[in-house]
């Protein structure tokens, strides 16, 4: 049996001794910039304050996208009305997440800047807005409010206990990669040789310690969190073909996968299962990686890769040659990663109304 891996800010550490290279800890700096500002909830009361400054905002500033064109004194009960009810996750439209909108205000009351707040991540926030966005009116920028807005935004994000936050920006946009910097922002990895004209991704650790998560092999009580996780995950992506015959591997774990032949592995944060992913028997020198999930909520941490590299360890130790897996045309992000991870892809099918690509990787 495999010793089990805590993963915890630079390195991984093994429960037997050694240590693996992980991304290195970041954390969050609260005290940037300038103290005579306050971050308030968006509140009808501050009308005549703050409406002349949403006037501002328009449809798209820097990445910034505006929701206040036509905005009047009339219709400003109504929009702070609609703001307050995506704060409580009421009536929130389609493909939408719980959010708080902020507002910054220098001492009188001076209206500066706005900042929002997403609970959580979905596919789609991954890849552009993260959780969270901010912005400061063109008269009042350039002098440190940006980063002030941002630290105390990041500050309500550990109200709400989120424990890593994911901001995005444009490639051209050095102001806004500064601020996100100096608030302890890091660069994914795969973005560091990015162009010109693509999207950043910024991580910022909150919790005091940084993000940690164990991986380990499956046990009979992981039953019930993994077969959540396992629907959870595909619905996130639009992927899932619904529950048949073709899951039942996920209800005899042991004697698929634990039976010398292969491996099941957990990711755990917090006590809770956020990944999971298993090493199938084929023949003597080929496997298959199955069942690779990763919360929605968790991706972007390393867990993923993390799952996948010590599959690819086991696999070695049994002998195996060459790992196949696939993943359906719909999930780019998987196709990402297993390419990022060493796979080629060599192949089409198809699984009910699915296309799949077929991918394989030779060990060394």
């Known amino acids: 049996m495999p010793a089990r891996l805590w993963f915890h800010a630079g390195r991984a550490r093994m429960a037997g001794g050694g240590s693996i290279r992980r991304t290195g800890k970041t954390t969050m700096n609260a005290n940037t910039g300038r103290d005579d500002v306050a971050l308030v909830e968006a509140d009808v009361g501050l009308r005549d304050t703050v409406w002349p400054m949403l006037l501002e905002m328009g449809k798209k500033d820097g990445g910034f996208a505006g929701d206040t064109e ?16 995506m704060a409580k996750g009421r009536n929130l439209p389609d493909g939408y ?35 969270i966005g901010y912005w400061i009116r063109p008269r009042e920028r350039r002098k440190g409010y940006g980063t002030r807005i941002l630290a105390l935004t990041l ?4 109200a709400l206990g989120i424990p890593r936050a994911l901001l995005t920006c444009h490639a051209a946009n050095c102001g806004s ?7 302890g922002g890091v660069l994914e990895p795969e973005d560091a040789r990015a162009g010109a004209g693509a999207e950043l991704h910024f991580w910022i650790d909150i919790r005091a ?27 996130a992506v639009g992927a899932h073909a619904g529950n048949g015959a073709w899951d039942a591997d996920l209800h005899a774990v042991e004697s698929v996968y634990l039976n010398g032949t292969g491996e099941f592995l957990v990711a755990v944060q917090d006590g809770a299962v956020v990944g999971m992913g298993a090493l199938r028997h084929r023949d003597a020198t080929h496997a298959e990686i199955k069942r690779i999930r990763v919360d929605p909520s968790c991706q972007r941490q ?38 990022k ?8 099918s198809t699984h009910g109304l699915f296309e799949l690509i077929l991918y394989e990787k030779r060990l060394a």
């Not at 310690?209 to 619905?235: C, K, M, Q, T």
């Not at 991870?341 to 089409?348: L, S």
């Open 70 to 85: 036509g905005l009047t004194r009339e219709t400003f009960a109504e929009y702070v009305a609609k703001l307050t009810d």
């Open 97 to 131: 997440v719980p959010m708080n909108t902020f507002w910054l205000l220098a001492a009188g009351e001076r209206p500066l800047g706005v900042s929002r707040l997403r609970h959580r991540l979905t596919p789609g926030l991954l890849e552009h807005g993260g959780h």
């Open 155 to 158: 500050q309500r994000a550990a």
């Open 177 to 183: 990669r500064r601020i996100i910097q100096k608030n």
């Open 209 to 235: 310690g940084g993000v940690s998560f164990e991986i380990r092999r499956y046990e009979p009580a992981d039953h019930d969190a993994v077969w959540h996780l396992h629907n959870v995950a595909l619905n």
């Open 302 to 339: 390393g867990i993923g890769c993390a799952i996948l590299a010590e599959l690819e360890k086991r696999a070695k130790a049994l002998g195996y040659r060459v790992l196949r897996l696939d993943t359906t045309t719909r999930q780019a992000g998987a196709q990402r990663f297993y390419e």
């Open 341 to 348: 991870n060493g796979f080629v892809p060599t192949g089409r």
